[in-house]
């Protein structure tokens, strides 16, 4: 009989915490029903006293998901708890997910403690949390530099006062996966009582060995992988979801199984990338572009003549259909309807209706119509209710000449006009904006990246805006990058607090 793994799914927390990929909670329900689709045991939906917003999101999710267990993070403070177990009320199952930094660094930096006192705040998070759920989790922050002999007794300490999982983050990316197994090695060997808890992998990937170390955990004993869709995260980001599936679902004298229905792994990323505006890079494993790729002579014979001299993963096991309808100008709404269904997308009859007109434009300007053309327009309706929008924009620009902008906005329907020239098209259309919109805003990050390859390709445009000393996010999608650029000012703009 195989061994079972749980998933814990953090793409809506830890992955969440990238710059620019914040969602909201409708956004948020979306993308935890898709999860609960795809069958992850544990959807970590928040850190609740951050703000209202992650509050809020943590109710919702809590309503709309049925099955798996709804998590909340704190810190190892009562406050934090008291909010979380306030945020959880509506969760069918609920599990309060506490700690503390273990790690020297921590004890002393970041604290300014010493190991008996943290020891002591760990045991009392742990049972002031188990006062409102029976479900709790203690993370111990940094253990991958935290001495082993010391976790033992911290992971000891939190069993016995009633964690029901005990999270060992590598949280900064920092061991190799043999030290990384032999810690939970020593944890399974040394620690009384260690059979009363399930023990969790967290890995981060900045040294690139987060999947690695994860498998390195599990199979030295840990039962609970912490992982997000894409492997997104702070910095360079978290184990990835899909690879720790499809690692145990391609070796199977492992022996352990998840309840991933791998069929759904596909559109899950599709739709976080879409939602968090987030690309997935070409050559990610198991979900990139390339991933069932082959451009080599010497490998398309090989699978030209069978399929598993080059590949080790069946690409429907993924959800990847290699016999997908390829969408033209004169595809109907039906293959439109149904390649959105394949990506995880499906919308109201009104909305499929904007889409496709949208679509048909598209299709008039490019050739090749590819997945994550049709994701941007699916996308495109988020922006239909902001309070400025563009009327129109028209550029002059030529090699010798300056280039000049004329740029028409709709604010909250009143119209406003401007014109300026500028050191290239994109420059002139941004100050052309900045005339409209008097305000003191500083462009700090300015983006363009095109979707697939050739003259015709839609751009995306991604932008960072400080304004009144805070940081906005935005994006914009279109064939013409000048259209993008503004598109994505734009989008800036409607998210300050004014």
């Known amino acids: 009989m195989s061994d079972r793994l749980f998933i814990f799914d953090t793409t809506l927390r830890d992955g969440e915490q990238v710059p620019g990929c914040q969602l909201n909670t409708v956004?948020?329900?979306?993308?935890?029903?898709?999860?609960?689709?795809?069958g992850v045991d544990v959807i970590e939906a928040g850190f609740p006293i951050s703000s209202p917003g992650d509050f809020n999101s943590v109710i919702e999710i809590s309503k709309a998901v049925t099955w798996p267990t709804i998590c909340a993070l704190t810190r190892a403070v009562q406050k934090d708890i008291d909010v979380a177990a306030d945020a959880l009320k509506y969760a069918k199952h609920k599990r309060i997910h506490t700690g503390i930094g273990t790690s020297d660094e921590h004890i002393k930096y970041k604290f300014n403690s010493n190991r008996e006192e943290i020891i002591e705040r760990a045991v009392a998070a742990v049972k002031y949390a188990k006062k409102y759920v029976d479900d709790v989790e203690f993370y111990a922050e940094d253990a991958g530099r935290t001495d082993n002999e010391y976790l033992a007794r911290v992971v000891e300490a939190v069993i016995k006062a009633g964690a029901t999982v005990v999270?060992?983050?590598?949280?900064?990316?920092?061991?190799?996966?043999?030290?990384?197994?032999?810690?939970?090695?020593?944890?399974?060997?040394?620690?009384?009582?260690?059979?009363?808890?399930?023990?969790?992998?967290?890995?981060h990937n900045d040294l690139g060995m987060a999947t690695a170390n994860t498998m390195a955990g599990v199979l030295n004993g840990a039962r609970q992988v912490e992982v997000t869709i894409n492997g997104i995260g702070e910095r360079a980001g978290n184990t990835s979801l899909e690879e720790v599936a499809m690692i145990l679902k391609c070796h199977k004298h492992i022996g352990i199984d998840t309840n991933i229905n791998t069929q759904k792994i596909y559109p899950t990323s599709r739709m976080v990338s879409s939602l968090m505006n987030m690309p997935v890079q070409p050559n990610k494993a198991i979900v990139g572009r390339n991933a069932f790729a082959h451009s080599s002579g010497i490998h398309q014979d090989g699978v030209l003549k069978n399929v598993q001299t080059y590949e080790i993963i069946d690409p429907h096991d993924v959800g990847i259909d290699d016999n997908s309808i390829v969408l033209t100008a004169r595809s109907g709404r039906a293959a439109l309807k149904n390649r959105l269904h394949v990506l995880g997308i499906?919308?109201?009859?009104?909305?499929?209706?904007?889409?496709?007109?949208?679509?048909?434009?598209?299709?008039?300007?490019?050739?090749?119509?590819?997945?994550?053309?049709?994701?941007?327009?699916?996308?495109?309706?988020?922006?239909?209710?902001?309070?400025?929008?563009?009327?129109?924009?028209?550029?002059?620009?030529?090699?010798?000449?300056?280039?000049?902008?004329?740029?028409?906005?709709?604010?909250?329907?009143?119209?406003?006009?401007?014109?300026?020239?500028?050191?290239?098209?994109v420059d002139a259309a941004i100050k052309a904006l900045k005339k409209i919109i008097n305000r003191q805003m500083t462009l700090k990050e300015f983006t363009i990246q095109a979707i697939s390859k050739g003259s015709d390709d839609m751009g995306k445009v991604h932008m960072q805006v400080e304004y009144d000393g805070h940081v906005y996010y935005g994006f914009g999608a279109n064939t013409d990058i000048i259209a993008a650029s503004v598109e994505a000012y734009i989008d800036c703009i409607n998210k300050f607090k004014l």
């Open 27 to 38: 956004e948020k329900i979306q993308v935890a029903k898709q999860l609960e689709l795809l």
């Open 167 to 203: 999270n060992i983050p590598d949280t900064t990316g920092y061991c190799l996966p043999s030290e990384y197994g032999e810690k939970i090695k020593y944890l399974m060997e040394h620690v009384d009582g260690i059979d009363r808890a399930v023990i969790s992998t967290h890995c």
């Open 346 to 425: 499906d919308l109201e009859q009104d909305k499929l209706d904007k889409v496709y007109e949208d679509f048909l434009k598209l299709a008039d300007k490019k050739k090749d119509i590819n997945d994550d053309d049709i994701l941007v327009l699916a996308g495109a309706d988020r922006s239909q209710n902001h309070r400025i929008k563009v009327d129109y924009l028209q550029v002059t620009s030529g090699v010798g000449v300056h280039s000049v902008a004329s740029l028409g906005l709709d604010i909250s329907g009143e119209k406003f006009e401007a014109c300026a020239s500028g050191n290239g098209p």
